[in-house]
Nanobody
Framework: QVQLVESGGGLVQAGGSLSLACAVS????????MGWFRQGPGKEREFVAA????????VYVDSVKGRFTISRDNAKNTVYLQMTSLKPEDTAVYYC??????????????????WGQGTQVTVSS
C-alpha cells in the first residue's frame, strides 16, 4: 500500500520561501510521475506541479510558474517543492501524489488512491 508523508510546511511572510518534501513508500517510486496539489480554505484540491519519472518534464499551474520548482530524488523516494516569492493566495494544505505521466497529474486523474496527511503552508500578508 502506498504511503505518502509530506513535510516542510509552516508560517511565512509574503515574499518568503519554503521547501516541501514528500517521502513515498510502498510503490516503485522511479516508475511514476509525481505531483504536488493543494487545497486552500473553502476550495477544492487543485494541481500545482508535476515531474516525470526521469525529471525530464515538469509542469506547473500558471499561478506558480517562475516561483515554484518541483524536483525529485529517485534514490531517496522523495519529491520536493521549492516555493519562493510566496503570496497569501498560496496558503493551503499541500499534498503529493503519483501517477502515470505528468498529463494525468495535471488533470488530477488516475492518481494513486491514497493521500497523505498534507502539510500546511500559511503565508501572511
Amino acid at each position: 500500500q502506498v504511503q505518502l508523508v509530506e513535510s516542510g510546511g509552516g508560517l511565512v511572510q509574503a515574499g518568503g520561501s519554503l521547501s516541501l518534501a514528500c517521502a513515498v513508500s510502498g510503490a516503485t517510486f522511479s516508475n511514476y510521475a509525481m505531483g504536488w496539489f493543494r487545497q486552500g480554505p473553502g476550495k477544492e484540491r487543485e494541481f500545482v506541479a508535476a515531474i516525470s519519472w526521469s525529471s525530464s518534464t515538469t509542469v506547473y499551474v500558471d499561478s506558480v510558474k517562475g516561483r515554484f520548482t518541483i524536483s525529485r530524488d529517485n534514490a531517496k523516494n522523495t519529491v520536493y517543492l521549492q516555493m519562493t516569492s510566496l503570496k497569501p493566495e498560496d496558503t493551503a494544505v499541500y499534498y503529493c501524489n503519483g501517477g502515470l505521466g505528468t498529463e494525468n497529474l495535471r488533470r488530477t486523474r488516475l492518481l494513486w488512491g491514497a493521500w497523505g496527511q498534507g502539510t500546511q503552508v500559511t503565508v501572511s500578508s
